[in-house]
Each structure stands twice: as structure tokens, then as C-alpha cells.
């Protein structure tokens, strides 16, 4: 059992202490405006101790725990998505040169070797150079703390897509290089979670499906948060420098029925989600799904708000945006979180190539479900439910996913037996 | 204390790949007018670096200092790469400050990024480029790749369309063509004014009659993309094989690297799995309104 120890629930704080000192920016969940959202974890205190929440279409609410957990609730409203790709980031500086005029340029005439007066081409005025610089990133590296298992996937994700092709993201690469990885086991899946049937959780893979690399340096599973007394968490060593920490504070041996323990608080997550997508043929479903009737049915619920792609852990579409100052002299490129959803997602001169919103709804779950495979070699969904608890119109991915499934099937579907808000429909199929 | 994350430099030399978002600069040495709307840009480097070799089919990303980016292909000559020639329509605020800038204006070039039409895969076929507008312009180099070996080739066709006899683009180049090269050029304007002596009606509909042996053809089609489908489906019914006909796509770019999913065309990322791809592939997802 040497790579299972126990820490009480009060050496929490210990280990925040531990990756504080050894230079971590240590970031988790923290409440903010009645969220659960990323942010900077200095003690224990931060997190949001005997806070759980209730997820389900077009609703999101924290509600009181009647115990201690630490980690009682489910997908935060934001996901650890902006750690390492911020909505807004800046790809470079750049500053115009000394405006070269005519005048200026006959007057910088000097010798030449042989003594003769050299003048510089006399141009027209024209603009001058440019010199372009990109931002350092002066940051501490990031430890992330109590990452869930679909977010800790969404990760992994982003490391295929930002850092894993011929072309990478320079930021994400760099922010991302030396993070250290606190997981967490999820006890208390929302309604709106069905990352079992994405097998993407609730309990995080040891390691990476597509590199083999390890998931996480540490997990936790909180066991009894309702009793003081036997309160703790089940600390799993994923790596050496994992191992590094777990020795630098205080723990206490693991016996086998306390993996045990850990393994049954995730098995009873997810026994309770009832939310699921087949992912073993939703790919097919959608590539075959191109000119369904459905697309008309939730283009008429869709508001086309892009809320869902804002707070999907995974989508990472951009634009870029020039901004200058007054005189022209400074511009610097912004790179933005965009979405498949903005009409001007697609503009070309003439016009938009998806203009209707049928299409663009198409296009964002046929990328999460079907095409993101052929690019990827896996799904582009870790079953987080956000996009479901986000939606104002309760549009639920889950099932449109299954109702694209039962219309092929050939099943007669009558569109329109969706249920907008409220009690969800469980899908079995 | 642990050192703060290293620059962003070293992180991207330590993955072995590339990040090519960081513009070269170049300076517009001419600006040449083609047409009321469309410019032809000479550029050169200003770092005294080497040029930018590519491959015909290939575009760049050009930037206007302080106004914005814009992926445009290459028009000049891949065995001569300078200066760096691009044919750009004046149609937005770019393309605007882009076609508008004086001689010695300096822009941001990244590239060349994309597939190629490789038309040397053509070598002891026919060859028929089907073409409109400025779409001869992303052409041009792959035209230059089969006239420069023109002996290793079949028949050589050039059916180009234009919108009226003013809007035809490089008129005197393809003269040359047909003249000196071997280049059977036959041009078709969609509209003419009264008296015009030329052929009047689609460039697709020259595809029907063009003298070329389907079965030992290979196509290479640019322009807008419902005359790029008639075009296709057009070669395709005479007997082209659909593997055998290649289509640049154009789609909204801002990264023209694959990474900010604006070019998304179902699995194809347009940017890096295009701007070249051949109709057996693009045919079901041609098909497709708004896919
Ligand atoms: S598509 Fe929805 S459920 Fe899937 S990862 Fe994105 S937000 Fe979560
Ligand atoms: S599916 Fe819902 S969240 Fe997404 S754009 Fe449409 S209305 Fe907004």
C-alpha cells in the first residue's frame, strides 16, 4: 500500500501549504457569486467546505451541505478550462518604428567608405516598420487542486489538441509544462453528469488513454464527510513528485479496505447519474445524422447564446482581435474565446458559410460527438453536464444525442418530445 | 522556491514542434493593378533572411499592422519564391489596407501554411485547370509547376471564366500561355457588353466540349464553391475520377494552424487538411447545405 496513504481532513491544509511553498500557484474551487468557479487556493478556507449544488437543464444552484466535504458537489460552473487558456490572452506587441520622412532620411546622409555622401533611397512617405514582441509569461507554475475527473480528461484533451499536433498553442504549452495535478474522486454527481457513460469518470483514469502519461500526481477521495470524527481523504501517489509531497506531510498508512472505501465512493457516483450518452456509437449517429429533422427542432429552442461552448471544458475555438492605440504607433493581437455559434464564426466575404442556427447547433455537437474522433482519436464530451445546467433553454445534449440515435435507428421520433426545463427524460437506449 | 514557468520560447523548443503565429515582416516593394478590384503585392523580407520558399496551392496569412490578418494564397512562382507575389481582391478592411499600402509599407507574412495541388501527381495526363475570377490567382503556381516540365504532360487546358471582359485576370499571361506553352486556353465571360466578340456564359459549361481524354485526366478547380460543385460534378460526369480532381476550399481562417477552429468543415480542419483536397473527399460534404 505504499502508494495509498491517508490524510486527515485537516491536512488539507498541509498540502496547500506544501505546493505553496515549493512555488506553486495552487488553483481549485472557491465560491463567487453564488458558483462554484477556478481561483487561487491559499489555505483550506478557500475551498467550499459543506457547499454542494443541484444541476438540471437551465438551472444551477449551491445549496448547504448538511456535513463538511470539501469536495461535495459536482462540475463547478467554470472548469479549470481558463487556467491554462484564458478567455483572453495576447499573442504579441507590436510598436511602429520611427516614422521615416523623406526629410528626416535626406538628413541622415553619412560618408561612405570613399568619402562620398551615401543618402537614403528617397522614398515617398510611407509607413514605417514594425517590430512585434511577444508577452513573457511570468507566472509560477499551477498546481491545480481537487480537479475533477471530466475536467482533469478536458485536460488531457486540450494537451492532444493545444499541444499535441504540428502546430501548438505557445501559451497553453507553456502554462501548462509544469503543472502539478491534485485530482479528485467526485462523490456527488449533478443530474445533469453522465461522464460514466463517457467513461471519463467519476474516477479519473491513472493515466492519460492517449499518451499513457500519469492523470494526476495525487488523488483524493473525501471519505465520511458527515462524521468528525473518522473524516478524511484517500491520498493516491500518481507520480515521483507526487510521492515528493505525499512524504512532506503528514499522512498515515492505507490498509486495503481503505482503497476499498475509496473505490465504492466512485462506484456509488456513478450508480446515481442517470444521464448517458452511448459512446460507442454516438460518432456514427451524428455522421449519419447531417440531414436530420432534428436540426429544425433545435434550432427552434436554440437561442444561439454560446453559453454552452463558454463553459464546455473542451471547446477551444478563437478569433483574434487588432487592437490599436489612437495614433496608430502600438497594436497588439488578442486572442479571444470565440464560438461556433456567433454567426460571424464562419463569415467569408459574402456572407456566412453556417448562417442558420440549425447549423451551427449541428456543427458544435456533431465536433463534440462524431468528427472531434476522426481529428483527435477520441470525444470531444468528458459528460460534464455544464452545457446542459448552462443552456437557458434546457437544450440537452444528451438527448439529442439520443434522439439523432433512435431517428436513425429508424425509430418514428415525433419531433418536439424533448422536455425544455425541469425533470430530465432518462434515456436508455 | 520553484522557478517561475520558463519563457515561452524554451517551452515551445522543448516540444519539438512549431508555433508560427509570430509574423515575419515584409515590405511591399510593388503593388500592381489587375482589375477595378484586384491587386498584385511584390513582397520581400526586411530581416535579410532567406525567402519564403512553398509549394503552389499554399497561403499565407498577411497582416496589416493594426487592422488585422488575412489568409490569402500564393500567386507567384514556386521555383522562384521572390520576391512573394499574392493577387488580393479588395473586398474588406485588410484587403484594403493591404492593396492601398505604399511601396516600402511593412506587413506580417506567416506561412506558407496548407496542402498543395501537387500537380506534379499529373505528370502524363492531361491536365484541365477550371478556374473564375481571381481563383486563377491561387493557380497560377501549380499552372507554372506543369509549364516549367510542359513535355511531361498531356494536353494542357485553361477554361477560365470571368464575370465581364474587364474583371479577366493576368489577360496577357494567358496569351502567353496559349501562344508560347502549349496551353489550350478558352475563356467565357458571365456577362458582356453589347458587341463583345468573345465567348458569353459559364466556365462549366466549356468543361462538356473541352478536347481532353477524361479517363487519363486530372483536374485542378478554383473559384467560388457552387462553380466549384458544377465544375467538379461537371469533370466528374465526363469521367474524371473524382480522386483525380482537386479543389482549393476557402473558409474563415484567424490561426491558418489548426487551432482556432474557425475552418472547420465536419473532421477537416481547411486550413491544414486543405486548402487543397481532392472531390472524393469533399463530394459528401459538398453536399451539404451549411455543413
Ligand atoms: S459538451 Fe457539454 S457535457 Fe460535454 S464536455 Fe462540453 S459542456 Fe461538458
Ligand atoms: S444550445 Fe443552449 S447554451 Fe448552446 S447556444 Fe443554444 S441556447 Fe445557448
Known amino acids: ?429 | 522556491m520553484m522557478a517561475g514557468v520558463g519563457t515561452i520560447a524554451d517551452a515551445v523548443a522543448r516540444t519539438g514542434r512549431a508555433d508560427p503565429m509570430i509574423p515575419r515582416r515584409f515590405a511591399i516593394t510593388r503593388v500592381r493593378q489587375d482589375t477595378r478590384d484586384t491587386f498584385t503585392l511584390l513582397l520581400d523580407p526586411v530581416d535579410g533572411g532567406e525567402e519564403m520558399t512553398f509549394r503552389a496551392g499554399q497561403f499565407t496569412m498577411l497582416h496589416a499592422f493594426g487592422v488585422g490578418e488575412v489568409p490569402i494564397s500564393i500567386a507567384g512562382d514556386p521555383r522562384h519564391p521572390a520576391p512573394l507575389e499574392h493577387t488580393i481582391r479588395n473586398v474588406g478592411a485588410v484587403t484594403r489596407a493591404l492593396v492601398n499600402a505604399a511601396p516600402g509599407t511593412e506587413i506580417g507574412v506567416r506561412g506558407p501554411f496548407g496542402t498543395s495541388w501537387d500537380a506534379a501527381d499529373a505528370r502524363g495526363h492531361d491536365v484541365v485547370f477550371v478556374t473564375g475570377g481571381i481563383g486563377l490567382a491561387p493557380l497560377r503556381p501549380a499552372i507554372l509547376d506543369v509549364l516549367a516540365e510542359r513535355d511531361s504532360y498531356g494536353k494542357v487546358l485553361l477554361l477560365y471564366g470571368s464575370r465581364t471582359p474587364d474583371d479577366i485576370l493576368y489577360g496577357a499571361q494567358m496569351r502567353r500561355w496559349a501562344d508560347l506553352d502549349g496551353v489550350n486556353v478558352q475563356m467565357t465571360v458571365d456577362n458582356a457588353p453589347h458587341g463583345y466578340k468573345g465567348r458569353v456564359g459559364f466556365v462549366t459549361e466549356l468543361i462538356g466540349r473541352a478536347g481532353f481524354d477524361p479517363r487519363r485526366a486530372f483536374a485542378f478547380v478554383c473559384g467560388p464553391e457552387g462553380m466549384m460543385r458544377a465544375a467538379a460534378s461537371a469533370l466528374v460526369s465526363r469521367g474524371v475520377s473524382p480522386a483525380r480532381v482537386r479543389l482549393s476550399m476557402e473558409r474563415s481562417m484567424k490561426c491558418g494552424i489548426g487551432l482556432c477552429g474557425h475552418c472547420q468543415l465536419r473532421e477537416l480542419f481547411v486550413c491544414v487538411d486543405g486548402p487543397v483536397l481532392d472531390y472524393a473527399r469533399l463530394e459528401p460534404l459538398m453536399d451539404v447545405r451549411e455543413l
Open chain 1, 1 to 429: 500500500m505504499d502508494d495509498i496513504r491517508l490524510l486527515p481532513a485537516t491536512g488539507l491544509e498541509g498540502l496547500i501549504a506544501q505546493l505553496r511553498s515549493r512555488g506553486y500557484r495552487v488553483m481549485g474551487p472557491t465560491l463567487r457569486d453564488d458558483a462554484i468557479v477556478t481561483g487561487e487556493i491559499r489555505s483550506a478556507s478557500d475551498l467550499p467546505q459543506g457547499v454542494g449544488d443541484e444541476q438540471d437543464p437551465a438551472r444551477y444552484r449551491l445549496r448547504k451541505r448538511d456535513d463538511g466535504a470539501y469536495f461535495g458537489f459536482a462540475a463547478p460552473a467554470q472548469s479549470s478550462k481558463p487556467v491554462f487558456f484564458p478567455a483572453e490572452e495576447v499573442i504579441w506587441r507590436g510598436r511602429r518604428d520611427t516614422a521615416v520622412t523623406p526629410d528626416s532620411a535626406a538628413s541622415a546622409s553619412t560618408p561612405d567608405n570613399a568619402g562620398n555622401p551615401t543618402t537614403a533611397p528617397a522614398s515617398s512617405p510611407h509607413d514605417p516598420g514594425f517590430t512585434v514582441e511577444r508577452d513573457q509569461l511570468d507566472a509560477p507554475p499551477i498546481a491545480l487542486l481537487g480537479v475533477r475527473s471530466c475536467d482533469l480528461r478536458a485536460v488531457q484533451i486540450h494537451d492532444k489538441v493545444l499541444a499535441g499536433r504540428t502546430y501548438i498553442d505557445a501559451h497553453y504549452v507553456t502554462r501548462r509544462e509544469a503543472t502539478f495535478v491534485v485530482a479528485v474522486a467526485c462523490s456527488d454527481p449533478a443530474a445533469t453528469c453522465f461522464c460514466a457513460s463517457m467513461g471519463t469518470g467519476p474516477r479519473p483514469a491513472a493515466t492519460d488513454p492517449a499518451t499513457g502519461e500519469p492523470s494526476y500526481d495525487l488523488l483524493l477521495t473525501e471519505i465520511a464527510p458527515s462524521d468528525p470524527d473518522r473524516h478524511h481523504f484517500v491520498l493516491e501517489i500518481g507520480t515521483e513528485a507526487g510521492r515528493d509531497v505525499a512524504h512532506a506531510i503528514d499522512t498515515a498508512p492505507a490498509e486495503f479496505d481503505d482503497q476499498h472505501e475509496a473505490l465504492a465512493v466512485t462506484a456509488h457516483a456513478a450508480s446515481q447519474q442517470t444521464r448517458r450518452i452511448t459512446a460507442a456509437t454516438v460518432r456514427d449517429d451524428l455522421r449519419a445524422s447531417a440531414e436530420s429533422s432534428r436540426w429544425e427542432d433545435v434550432a427552434s429552442r436554440c437561442l444561439s447564446c454560446t453559453n454552452c461552448t463558454l463553459v464546455c471544458p473542451t471547446c477551444f475555438c478563437t478569433t483574434v482581435e487588432d487592437v490599436s492605440d489612437l495614433t496608430g504607433a502600438t497594436a497588439e493581437r488578442h486572442r479571444v474565446w470565440d464560438s461556433c455559434f456567433s454567426e460571424d464564426f464562419t463569415y467569408i466575404h459574402g456572407g456566412p458559410t453556417r448562417e442558420s442556427v440549425k447549423a451551427r447547433y449541428r456543427q458544435w455537437i456533431t465536433h463534440k460527438l462524431s468528427s472531434w474522433e476522426d481529428q483527435f482519436g477520441m470525444l470531444g464530451c468528458v459528460g460534464c453536464g455544464r452545457c446542459i445546467a448552462w443552456c437557458p433553454a434546457g437544450i440537452d445534449i444528451t438527448e439529442e444525442a439520443a434522439a439523432l440515435g433512435r431517428m436513425r435507428a429508424g425509430g418514428v421520433l415525433p419531433t418536439g418530445d424533448h422536455v425544455p426545463t425541469g425533470d430530465h427524460v432518462t434515456v436508455t437506449s
